[in-house]
């Protein structure tokens, strides 16, 4: 797996109190995160807190740090797996390096990319929304870790702008799952197969080479 940036250093202490507010935000949510509630938790003073965190914001950042850095993990983890896996296809006499659902460079890489995604975010709904939702405190983030964990994304589509849409793609696809928004009864696994193919598709076609060059973030 790809060395990601090292997310910031936190005391023994700190790292305790990121754990509650972790617990305290897949359990309850939120606006159930606050410095009262994780103090009440933790059986101590709320200003006891502000020794170890300037302020609330302080503590999403560190746990919008974690959701980063398990989620990039996650990915590149499906990349590599579905690396081997075409990779042990050619080997046994199958097909590689062609575009489509069944291609190195298709639906493979991509669904599996999806999967990971999906898989990820609903896993820790609360979080995937606190890492997602409203504007990145990126000042307060290590340096790298937004963009060591949005790679993937330019990794399994090839170009910026096309990372862009598969990212808001999934993050979309997510969201509304998490909301409920689906008619009852809806595939989602169908929906989720028919977004990679169309993007596997989109990779057989011709690119502006000035568009290829890695982006800074695909999520930006």
């Known amino acids: 797996m790809n060395d990601h940036p090292k997310p910031s250093r936190l005391t023994p202490r700190a790292a305790q109190i990121v754990s509650a507010a972790r617990a305290l935000l897949e359990e309850e949510g939120r606006d159930a995160l606050t410095m009262r509630a994780l103090a009440d938790r ?25 959701g980063l850095a398990e989620v990039g993990a ?63 405190p990126r000042e307060r983030l290590a340096p790298g870790l937004e963009e060591w964990s949005g790679t993937p994304f330019f990794l399994a589509a090839g170009e910026p702008y096309l990372a862009q849409a598969l990212w808001s ?30 993007f596997a598709a989109r990779l057989g076609l011709p690119r502006d080479p000035a568009r290829l060059s890695p982006p800074r973030d695909p999520a930006r």
């Open 42 to 66: 933790l059986d101590m003073r709320a200003p006891s807190l502000y020794k170890h965190f300037p302020d609330k914001a302080a503590v999403e950042a560190a746990l919008i740090e974690q």
């Open 74 to 136: 996650a990915l590149y983890e499906a990349l590599e797996n579905a690396a081997a896996t075409t990779t042990g296809a050619s080997d046994a006499g199958g097909r590689s390096g062609e575009t489509g659902a069944d291609g190195a460079d298709g639906a493979g890489a991509i669904g599996a990319l999806l999967r990971a995604y999906r898989a990820a975010a609903l896993a820790r709904p609360n979080l995937y929304r606190l890492a997602t939702e409203g504007r990145l």
């Open 169 to 198: 793609f999934a993050h979309g696809m997510v969201i509304l799952e998490l909301d409920g928004r689906y008619p009852e009864g809806s595939d989602l696994e169908l929906t989720w197969e028919e977004g990679a193919r169309a």
